[in-house]
């Protein structure tokens, strides 16, 4: 397994600002993941954080509005831009090892937008 | 593309009572399934997973069997407690592949 952190683990932001969500993992994975959980809904893949490289983005989802670094086996960020009502969810990274499938997800950042 | 419908919530149980939660799935192959739990305010938790044809997940006292025949992963427990009151998601994930795609999620309120 892993232990993941994310911070923040709750924000209320104002429309239009920006917040940068921290994932730390306590040891290197090779894979790191940001979904997004959107109230009363399940559970979007945002995109793959690939350390060294762009992030992998799925359909529906630009690297303008949710840019993403990882620097490390071990760290990484999710930035939601420009955010607007609609952007108020939980934000949630997983992680999974090299050589196993298996995915462990961090306890999530809640976002309110007002 | 891949899919998982599981059945609509939410559900309110009566501890001691017994609990089924559907969950179906569309997938070329031989996906593996999961159950996923959130408890309130927290991430989620791996509950169980089967990766073949006729496997039985358990954990906690909850069961689940992949059976390829139907395309389903009901998930069962005998006999819940209130600590059980929890979001519950089903999700599959093809062979060799990272991505996980999720049911809609089941709300559970367990009442003492």
């Known amino acids: 397994s892993a232990v993941i952190s994310q911070k923040p683990s709750r924000d209320i932001c104002q429309r239009g600002t920006s917040l940068t969500i921290q994932c730390q993992v306590d040891?290197?994975?090779?894979?790191m993941f940001w979904y997004r959980q959107q109230p009363g809904q399940s559970l979007t893949l945002i995109a793959t954080a690939n350390q060294g490289s762009e992030a992998t983005y799925e359909s529906g989802f630009v690297i303008d509005k949710f840019p993403i670094s990882r620097p490390n086996l071990t760290f990484s960020t999710l930035t939601v831009s420009n955010m607007s009502p609609e952007d108020s969810s939980i934000y949630l990274c997983?992680?999974?090892?090299?050589?196993?499938?298996?995915?462990?997800f961090g306890p999530g950042t809640r976002l309110t937008v007002t | 593309g891949d899919s998982v419908t599981q059945m609509e919530g939410p559900v309110t149980l009566s501890e001691e009572a017994f609990l089924t939660i559907n969950c179906t799935y569309t997938a070329t192959g031989y996906p593996s399934l999961f159950w996923y739990v959130q408890y309130p305010g927290e991430g989620l938790q791996l509950l169980l997973k089967?990766?073949?044809?006729?496997d039985k997940g358990s954990n906690k006292g909850f069961e689940a069997t992949y059976r390829k025949e139907t395309t389903s992963f009901h998930l069962e427990k005998g006999s819940v407690q209130v600590s059980d009151s929890a979001v519950y998601f089903c999700a599959l994930r093809r062979s060799n592949d990272y991505k996980l795609s999720f049911g809609a999620g089941t709300t559970v309120t367990v009442r003492a």
């Open positions: 089967a990766t073949k044809a006729d």
């Open positions: 040891s290197q994975v090779t894979m």
């Open positions: 997983s992680v999974a090892r090299d050589g196993s499938y298996e995915q462990y």
